[in-house]
T-cell receptor, first 114, second 115 residues
Framework: DSGVTQTPKHLITATGQRVTLRCSPR?????VYWYQQSLDQGLQFLIQ???????AKGNILERFSAQQFPDLHSELNLSSLELGDSALYFC?????????????FGEGSRLTVL | AQSVTQLDSQVPVFEEAPVELRCNYS??????LFWYVQYPNQGLQLLLK??????LVKGINGFEAEFNKSQTSFHLRKPSVHISDTAEYFC?????????????FGAGTILRVKS
């Protein structure tokens, strides 16, 4: 158990809809990262937050947004969903500003868009 | 920019045989290196890491990796694999970013252990 919690574990929705994925980082971790994993794109970094502020952006679509709240949990919002958004979405956390960059991953949220 | 190349997308191997999963990185500075494993329908978990010191690093489940600075490699090895080692393995290098180090991942290698 990494200590990172993601909900929901599975989500099935239709094209055009909007969903919210939630992540609670490990206790004490200030930084949260979101990744998308799909068969054709592999593991793609989406966005990083540190103590409530956006710190780095990767291959995140404009239809996607994220935020980190004062209690450090984070949400990834996916809107106007397309079939190609079907993927496993991972959240990871670390203390940041440290160290080695080592990440602790949640179990992921599997999104299926029909 | 620093990058990671995993030279094999899939590695099939028979149970109890040895295996090596290859990883090369590009970096002109000191690096931290990691191997993560992803079992089916699970998240990524840390297998082992190289931060400094001995170039031979031992991890969980009998895996080990050797840091070779001159060849910029960090290959993962196990002398005898088990069916339960079937998973996807990701090599990662830590790079200096504006707000602390961040990981750059390779494309992954799927290890398929056959009986």
């Amino acid at each position: 158990d990494s200590g990172v919690t993601q909900t929901p574990k599975h989500l099935i929705t239709a094209t055009g809809q909007r969903v919210t994925l939630r992540c609670s980082p490990r206790s004490g971790d200030l930084s949260v990262y979101w990744y998308q994993q799909s068969l054709d794109q592999g593991l793609q970094f989406l966005i990083q937050y540190y103590n409530g502020e956006e710190r780095a952006k990767g291959n995140i679509l404009e239809r996607f947004s994220a935020q980190q709240f004062p209690d450090l949990h984070s949400e990834l919002n996916l809107s106007s969903l397309e079939l190609g958004d079907s993927a496993l979405y991972f959240c990871a956390s670390n203390l940041a500003g440290t160290n080695t960059g080592e990440l602790f991953f949640g179990e992921g949220s599997r999104l299926t868009v029909l | 920019a620093q990058s990671v190349t995993q030279l094999d997308s899939q590695v099939p191997v028979f149970e109890e045989a040895p295996v090596e999963l290859r990883c090369n990185y590009s970096s002109s500075v000191s690096v931290y290196l990691f191997w993560y494993v992803q079992y089916p329908n699970q998240g990524l978990q840390l297998l082992l890491k190289y931060l400094s010191g001995s170039t031979l690093v031992k991890g969980i489940n009998g895996f080990e990796a050797e840091f070779n600075k001159s060849q910029t490699s960090f290959h993962l090895r196990k002398p005898s694999v088990h069916i339960s080692d079937t998973a996807e393995y990701f090599c990662a290098v830590s790079v200096r970013a504006e707000y602390g180090n961040k990981l750059v991942f390779g494309a992954g290698t799927i290890l398929r252990v056959k009986s």
